[in-house]
């Protein structure tokens, strides 16, 4: 059996850790510095889902040593957005615990795959590749899955159409330099931008790109988790059981697209090898140039970090 190990225990990890736990493919660690708090919460989900019948093997713990072995591993910890932060409001807050979780993984389990959630992902995915040293195919970050689910949401509800029926593709970063590209948004087939004109297509992509910051606005105390969660297994997913998922994910660009040295949002071929290739899609001038442009802010905030 597979062993995933989940860094952070807050409400990111804790609902990763039941979705992935339903699936029963993986051995779950739990980690999280907090004294008791991974342990509870492994336990809590463990009573629960022994109640639906659902066998899992899930243990919480303070201890990196856990870390031994696993074939997976995904990072939650951090700190969350409040109303008023953007995800780069978090960027020095959470590089410091980033930095330390990715020293630990180097020493206890060199030959994982990571997959980076902690806000602003981008930045946090690029700090932990420099921080292991692994190759940059076992280091990607969650960010496009979640935005493209958001972005089909608010399409269907728009057309009154099943979400099932919606495929969309958002590339750039995790933010306000997300890119939507109307070519590849269709509805059975059908490209998006025949059943919708300019300007809903365009307050779609607003709030898509704004989802996040609604969501905390919202909640006030909180941010998204659900959300973030499902796109995490979903990527968990595609690697445990090989399945080469296409799918938007922050992956390490070479050359791509025009773009080096930097990690971003862009479709990519997800399997038991990790980031197995980097598809380069047809866009339009001007997508092309936002998408570089995406790349430049985060080139400049990769350049804060301490690595």
């Given at each position: 059996m597979n062993k995933v190990s989940i860094v952070g225990a807050g409400r990111v990890g804790a609902a990763t850790c039941e979705q992935l736990a339903r699936t029963g493919?993986?051995?779950?660690?739990?980690?999280?510095?907090?004294?008791?708090?991974a342990?509870?919460?492994?336990?809590d989900q463990a009573q629960a889902l022994a109640i639906e019948g659902i066998d899992c093997r899930l243990t919480g713990t303070q201890d990196f040593r856990e870390l031994t072995g696993s074939d997976l591993i995904i990072v939650t910890a951090g700190s969350p957005r409040k109303p008023g932060m953007s995800r780069e409001d978090l960027l020095h807050r959470n590089s410091e615990i980033v930095a330390s979780?990715?020293?630990?993984?180097?020493?206890?389990?060199?030959?994982?795959?990571?997959?980076?959630?902690?806000?602003?992902?981008?930045v946090m995915t690029?700090?932990?590749?420099?921080?292991t040293a692994f190759p940059s195919e076992r280091v990607f970050g969650q960010a496009g899955v979640l935005d493209s689910g958001r972005f089909r949401l608010f399409m269907a509800r728009e057309m009154a159409v099943s979400v099932k029926d919606?495929?969309?593709?958002?590339?750039?970063g995790h933010g306000d330099t997300m890119v939507s590209v109307p070519a590849y948004t269709t509805v059975s087939g059908i490209p998006v931008t025949e059943r919708m004109p300019s300007d809903a297509l365009d307050r779609i992509t607003r709030r898509t790109r704004e989802a996040g910051a609604e969501i905390v606005g919202l909640m006030k105390t909180g941010s998204a988790y659900r959300g973030p969660a499902a796109a995490a297994v979903q990527?968990?997913?595609?690697v445990l059981l090989d399945t080469k998922r296409v799918m938007p994910v922050s992956a390490y660009l070479s050359g791509q697209y025009g773009v080096h040295d930097v990690y971003l949002g862009v479709p990519a071929r997800l399997g038991a090898g990790g980031v197995e290739e980097v598809l380069e899609l047809l866009l339009s001038p001007q997508e092309l140039c936002d998408l570089q442009a995406s790349a430049t802010y985060y080139r400049e905030q990769n350049s804060k970090l301490r690595v």
């Open positions: 493919l993986a051995e779950i660690v739990l980690i999280d510095v907090a004294e008791g708090l342990e509870g919460e492994a336990l979780v990715a020293e630990q993984i180097a020493i206890r389990a060199p030959d994982s795959m990571v997959c980076v959630v902690t806000n602003p992902v981008d690029f700090l932990v590749q420099k921080k919606v495929t969309a593709m958002v590339l750039g990527m968990a997913l595609a």
